[in-house]
């Protein structure tokens, strides 16, 4: 999925310890197969290359995985999108970045992308792109899920606890062998050598959006990599966004989201979810909890 996947479990031995990271590898793997829009042989790929033209059959579970991704994309008006797969790359992240693009090359950037313009049939468990040149992809949940899936498999093995870590998308189930519960740090986006809190996790998922890491400075303006898919422009407003509950794949959609809504609309969402949290950092380095977070936080991190 083009990240690195740290997976740590609790067992009796070295040898089943192999045995169970392998399965676990084995269905990250087997997920990547499915949802990948880069290799050209997995069902999301024949989606995008059938997009104008006809409907694609596709399996259950990647019918469900673009399901739920539309629920998101309605309850976050658009925020969240995967048809920004679409999106020109006007934006280059690194040092060949000079200039900002025309508001007409942004304009024509976002000119396919509209998740309404996806069309399921549940019946017939297919899914089809409205637009020629259309595509779908699943970089903003696809590691949440496949956290989740490795995870469930896990539990189902009998592995009594561990630590799904896709790429800071995390999954956690059980206790360590000391009966503590395990301790996750929350990066300070301002010094990455420290921590704005350590959150202990039971049966929990913890991912974080941030432009701290992938950015360009413009005219003296920072902008991040996470792009608004309505508007073509990186979000701006907030530095760090770190969302907690029970699913990393929601989790994931959720961070996003709120990276892209801003602290006002995007506190305002999460709250109607109760079984979900967050911690958002804001440009300034002003800490700002949603009203169910459990721990304590510093009120500011620079």
Same mark, same amino acid.
């Given at each position: 999925?083009?990240?690195? @996947? ?9 040898? #089943? ?9 084995? %269905? ?13 042989? +997995? ?8 997009? *104008?033209?006809?409907? &694609? ?5 990647? @019918? ?37 693009? #025309?508001? %007409? ?7 396919? &992308? ?11 468990? +297919?899914? @089809?792109? !409205? ?8 970089? *903003? ?30 999954? #956690? ?6 009966? +503590? ?12 050598? !420290?921590?704005?809190?350590? &959150? ?12 701290? %890491? ?7 303006? =920072? ?18 966004? +770190? ?5 990393? %794949? ?22 109607? =979810? ?29």
């Amino acid at each position: 999925m083009g990240s690195r @996947f740290d997976i740590t479990i609790v067992a009796q031995d070295s040898a #089943t310890a192999e045995l169970r990271i392998n399965e676990a590898i084995a %269905e990250i793997t087997r997920i990547e197969n499915l949802i990948s829009e880069w290799r050209p042989d +997995t069902q999301v790929s024949k989606i995008n290359q059938n997009a *104008s033209i006809q409907p &694609v059959k596709v399996d259950r579970e990647v @019918f469900n995985l673009t399901q739920r991704a539309l629920i998101i994309s309605e309850i976050t008006n658009g925020a969240f999108d995967i048809s920004f797969a679409t999106m020109d790359k006007i934006w280059r992240f690194d040092s060949t970045m000079t200039k900002m693009p #025309t508001p %007409e090359e942004v304009k024509r950037s976002v000119a396919k &992308v509209g998740y309404k313009n996806i069309v399921l049939d549940s019946m017939q468990s +297919t899914i @089809f792109l !409205k637009l020629p040149g259309m595509k779908i992809g699943f970089g *903003s949940i696809g590691k949440g899920y496949a956290a989740d899936k490795a995870r469930q498999l896990m539990e189902k093995r009998g592995v009594p606890a561990g630590i799904i870590n896709a790429s800071g998308d995390m999954a #956690t189930w059980g206790k360590q062998p000391n009966g +503590t519960n395990w301790n996750i740090g929350i990066t300070n986006p301002f010094d990455t050598n !420290k921590y704005i809190a350590i &959150v202990p996790l039971g049966r929990d998922a913890v991912t974080t959006s941030g432009n701290y %890491e992938k950015f360009v400075v413009l005219n003296g303006k =920072h902008y991040s990599h996470i792009i608004n898919p309505v508007t073509g422009y990186p979000a701006t407003g907030l530095t760090s966004v +770190t969302v907690f509950g029970p699913s990393a %794949e929601m989790a994931n959609g959720f961070s996003t989201s709120l990276m892209v809504l801003g602290k006002k609309a995007g506190l305002k969402l999460i709250n109607k =979810h109760p079984d979900y949290s967050c911690i958002l950092i804001t440009d300034k380095g002003k800490v700002i909890k949603s009203k169910n977070l459990k721990f304590k936080l510093a009120k500011q991190v620079q």
